[in-house]
DNA sequence: TCTTGTAGGATTGTCGACAATCTGCTTGTC
DNA sequence: GACAAGCAGATTGTCGACAATCCTACAAGA
């Protein structure tokens, strides 16, 4: 007989769809921090009943970028400077530890998934699809997570994920200007694919440290004028 | 007026109360591993319906302790030998960035704190209460996370604690025998206290690695038997 | 004997309705 | 006019019942 990996088959509850929908919408920040999910409209929206959309909303609170106050509602969490610093702070440290842990396992594979990703990221830049840029450009970093043969890392990572990706989508949101067209992953796909270690380690600090800047510079001006007004 | 500060008042939905009754019948191997989780048996026992459970269920699964399998039905996570070094060994890292954070923050209200937890454990192995033990070891363990101000490291330390006082818990159930009652924690609190980080990094390094290299020890042990049988 | 098809029971997923709680407005009183 | 009480209206939390799916056992056929 052939040998032939099957992948599982899609989870085909209308619970597991929704999660999907709400998160997507979230992330890409249809659904603004803040928001108050009313469950009703919702559920008549998705013509489903209130039963998976709370189960669904239960998951995204776990997941932490849904936040839950009993009798009140359900909200979209609030971007703080404070959450991002703090994300960003951790994101270095396990960086660092996600880049150790591949390091030995790279092989051919790797090294074609890292080209994949890098190639989705430029076609997204290309394309001015600001949105499905910050998608790739996470799903490109997030490679040595998945490769590191750590569950416990890869799921700490993905929660971080989560929010980052919220972070940048609510920071193009606003700025509202296309995104720069160079190349910033060259150096950090060719540093993953050479030999020092260290190097990659330290490029991956910086890389992330330019992007984070950014990102906390307009979080803090966001507060600075939530709390004027 | 006098300054007093109002902690919040408990959650009064059902959902909340289930939540924290499953997650101690887990972490303390009440509910075994791979156990299913009939849901009708359940709610009969609670005297609750089934919707505030499944909710329930719903975050214990997102909160890595539970794992769901649409149709077929929700059960208590697996420990593998190879979670449990997975969790030691980001545990390591995530320690050494707690303690840098807090090493700055450290007051007179922190070091009474250590003192009160260390007393805790203390008490409860004097008790031969392993369970309570286990509880307080971690609690010992978690104030410098607590202390980090860093609330996502905190959340993620959380999520580690859960899946560890399940192993450990296991552990001791397993080998059913009365935990060393020797201060094995005195180092720890002294170096906390002390001027030299680097010391107390290393130390917790090595520290948990002995707590560890049981675990795994037996970890690998129900395997094989497990896979003999 | 092994495989395949088929009921039957048990369990999970979903629904619509009711109960508990919160919010905002109105009303009455001072 | 300020303030408290109380009354809708809306929203969340919970319930019991139905629908969809899965597992088991058993029978039929190659």
Redesign the pocket.
């Known amino acids: 007989m052939a040998k032939l990996d099957f992948s599982p088959i899609a989870d ?4 597991a769809e929704i999660v999907a929908l709400l998160r997507r919408a979230i992330l890409t920040g249809q659904l603004e921090p803040g928001q ?5 409209r919702i559920s008549e929206q998705m013509r ?5 959309l ?2 669904a909303m239960r998951e995204l609170v776990q997941e932490g970028i849904l936040t ?1 106050i ?5 909200f979209v969490i609030d971007v703080t400077a404070k959450d991002i610093d703090d994300a960003y702070s951790l994101n270095k440290v396990l960086d660092e530890f996600a880049i150790e842990r591949t390091w030995k396992l790279r092989d051919q594979r790797f090294f074609d998934e890292l080209d994949r990703r890098h190639e989705a990221v430029k076609q997204a830049t290309r394309a001015l699809d600001t949105t499905r840029q910050i998608e790739t450009a996470l799903q490109l970093h997030g490679l040595i997570y998945e490769w590191a043969d750590n569950s416990v890392l890869l799921e700490t990572w993905q929660r971080l994920t989560s929010r980052l990706q919220m972070y940048f989508a609510l920071h193009q949101r606003a700025r509202n200007e296309p995104v720069p067209a160079e190349d910033v992953h060259e150096t950090y796909v060719r540093l993953l694919k050479g030999a020092d270690m260290r190097a990659a380690q330290r490029h991956a600090r910086e890389h992330i440290d330019l992007d984070f800047e950014e990102l906390l510079a307009y979080a803090r001006g966001l507060e600075q004028r939530t709390s004027k007004g």
């Open positions: 085909t509850t209308r619970r108050k999910l009313n469950e009703l489903v009943s209130r039963a998976p709370r189960e839950s009993p009798y009140a509602g359900t």
